[in-house]
């Protein structure tokens, strides 16, 4: 489909309309068109379809084995028990695993065109929603995940629920298709307090919609928040980070970052991953219109003619982060902004195991590898083991950014049953793991991504054992160093801010980036353009030696990396704009030079 035609459709769409729900009530076919797809995500689903199967079906003639992904939102991960067990249920209707995701989301694959409706229903129900999982709005906020009880967690909690409502899209559209036009909830959408001379600022010129307008925005848009000296929420690789600034125990503001983003093409430099820069400081009772604002810049600035160079990364690029300040100060009448404050982050690692909330009762985050809660043949039985935590002890769980899942709010008296329960269902401790097991991951890819080029979530198991028994036989297995896979380079196991990125490019062929950080806060330069996935532990394994041999005391892998060695390739800021004018001329069919 042509870049174009995306934001046509969604301007004829009539609120993301389009004819959805046509297409779900026609019980004749097993899937709909590809325009109708463009509009799904905005409801939180992707048509796909199984990539194991596509040959053979092809072969014999078949039509692909179709089927939905449906993403459910929840802010800052948080689930209760009873939507838990929903959604446990609603996976056994679809293929039978749940997958969180790590921005704290719930993916079921595998779903039937003739069961969505009841599915989306009923997650709507449970007071959770799809609206907005994926498309070009802002997507779920992700949060701090450990649930301590302090004024500075429970305010960042409490941001992301904000911001999630205020960049709730307002067409009726979704009650009308999937709700029968009910609202669950009058308090559904509740409309933030908003600053009028903001809003008059920051509205759309048209369209019922104040803020998206009737085109939306250009493309998809994240937001995280993070408490240093924890990045779980991974603030750098954000479209919008947000870090608190703690005065006495209580939060004054937060600091605003933009323009991180990782998606890119292999060879293309005009695509490329960036990290959040500083943007500036505002005051707590200002920080959702202070979003608002910098939303509203990328949805009149972003480039909507061609979505590989649409996400607010290169309109920040384009702009320059001193015009961009500008413009977003501009819509902030009457608000006082002061420069980012400095911050420092530690990792991005989750809190593995048993701690204290704070409030007398305890948290337990448990390992889950590759977010795949599922019942592992001779392994872990996550699936059971979860369903029963949550129907026999009725305990909130919290998705963390890792895809990890904590099981919150766990009286003192509580603690042995669900060690009981994890044990008996053989949901092993994390502590016999390296620390890098603990906080490897890959993203979904094959069979259910349409856009994989290699496998990811399948395979990083199988070579983390082999650099496991590396990290041992040197000694580095309580080393952070942080290793993350993804099947395609469009980065959604964010692999360019990790020690170790393997982005696919071809079946069992990756590219191997390396020499970002555990903090999250650099990026990682191309190291080998391509090598086959037995050659991953390898390659690995040269470069941990070196470290073993060269660190200083107490030195980690990412300082190591940055004292001793040379980032691989990365493009120059001139590359990137040289590229990205030829794109733009290309587009626009002249030739380069000519565009002006
Ligand atoms: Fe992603 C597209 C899975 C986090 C960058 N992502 C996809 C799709 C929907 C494929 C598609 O478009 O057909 C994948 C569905 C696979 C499947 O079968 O489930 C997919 N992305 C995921 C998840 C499930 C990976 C995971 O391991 O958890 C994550 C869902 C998060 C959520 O709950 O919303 C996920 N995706 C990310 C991240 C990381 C993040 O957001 O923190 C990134 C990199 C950060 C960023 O956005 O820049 C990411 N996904 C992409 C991109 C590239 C965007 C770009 O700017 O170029 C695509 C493709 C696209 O948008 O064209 C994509
Ligand atoms: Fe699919 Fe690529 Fe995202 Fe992996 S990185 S889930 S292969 S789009």
């Not at 069961?115 to 009923?122: F, V, Y």
């Amino acid at each position: 489909m042509s870049k174009a035609s995306v934001e046509d459709l969604k301007l004829a769409s009539h609120g993301l309309r389009g004819e959805l729900a046509e297409n779900f009530a026609d019980t004749t076919t097993t899937h709909i068109p590809e325009e109708s797809n463009v509009l799904l995500k905005h409801h939180g689903s992707y048509q796909q379809d199984d990539r194991d199967l596509r040959a053979k079906l092809s072969k014999e003639g078949k039509e692909k084995a179709w089927s939905f992904m449906v993403r459910s939102k929840m802010p800052g991960g948080r689930v209760t028990a009873k939507q838990w067990l929903l959604h446990d249920a609603l996976c056994s209707k679809a293929m039978g695993s749940i997958r969180l995701t790590n921005r704290q989301g719930i993916q079921l694959h595998g779903v039937l065109k003739g069961n969505m409706k009841e599915l989306i229903q009923s997650v709507n129900r449970s007071g959770l929603t799809t609206m907005g999982a994926c498309g070009d709005v802002v997507r779920n906020t992700m949060g701090p995940a450990a649930p301590i009880k302090d004024a500075v967690h429970a305010d960042s909690q409490t941001l992301t629920e904000e911001i999630s409502q205020r960049f709730l899209w307002r067409s009726t559209a979704y009650s009308d298709i999937w709700l029968d036009g009910e609202k669950l909830d009058p308090d559904w959408i509740k409309d933030p307090e908003v600053n009028p001379a903001v809003r008059e600022k920051t509205k759309a010129a048209e369209g019922d919609d104040p803020i998206y307008g009737k085109v939306y925005l250009p493309r998809k848009f994240k937001i995280g928040i993070a408490i240093a000296p924890i990045n779980d929420a991974d603030v750098y690789s954000q479209d919008v980070g947000l870090v608190p600034h703690v005065v006495n125990g209580a939060v004054e503001g937060y600091t605003i970052l933009v323009g991180g983003g990782f998606g890119m093409s292999h060879g293309q430099l005009a695509t490329r991953p960036y990290l959040a820069q500083p943007l500036l400081y505002v005051k707590r009772a200002n920080v959702v219109d202070a979003v608002e604002a910098v939303v509203t810049v990328q949805r009149d600035h972003g480039n909507r003619t061609d979505r590989k160079n649409a996400r607010l990364k290169y309109t920040v690029q384009t702009m320059g982060i001193e015009a961009f300040r500008a413009e977003v100060q501009s819509r902030l009448p009457g608000i006082s902004t002061e420069p980012a404050k400095e911050l420092k982050f530690d990792t991005v690692e989750d809190n593995l195991g048993w701690h204290d909330q704070g409030d007398g009762k305890l948290y337990c985050c448990v390992h889950v590898s590759m977010g795949r809660v599922t019942d592992v043949a001779g392994g872990p039985q996550y699936r059971t083991a979860f369903a029963e935590i949550a129907t026999t002890l009725d305990l909130p769980f919290i998705v963390t950014p890792n895809t990890n899942l904590i099981i919150a709010d766990v009286p003192a008296d509580k603690k042995d049953a669900v060690n009981a329960i994890l044990a008996k269902h053989g949901v092993v401790h994390a502590d016999g793991m390296t620390r890098a097991r603990k906080v490897a991951h890959a993203c979904v890819a094959l069979p259910t991504c349409g856009l994989s080029l290699s496998e990811s979530e399948r395979v990083l198991p199988g070579f983390m054992d082999k650099i496991d028994a590396t990290l041992r036989e040197l000694g580095l297995e309580n080393e952070p160093i942080l290793f993350r896979m993804t099947g395609c380079p469009n980065g959604c196991g964010r692999p360019y801010n990790a020690d170790f990125g393997f982005v696919g490019r071809a079946p069992n062929k990756y590219a191997v980036f390396i020499g970002g950080s555990i903090r999250g806060n650099r990026l990682a330069g191309l190291e080998f353009k391509s090598v086959t996935g037995e050659e991953i532990p390898n390659k690995v394994r040269e470069f941990l030696v070196a470290f073993k041999n060269e660190r200083q005391p107490g030195e980690i892998f990412a300082d190591w990396f940055a004292r001793t060695r040379q980032l691989g390739e990365a493009p120059t800021p001139e590359q990137f704009h040289v590229e990205l004018a030829e794109r733009a001329a290309k587009l626009a069919g002249q030739k380069v030079g000519e565009a002006g």
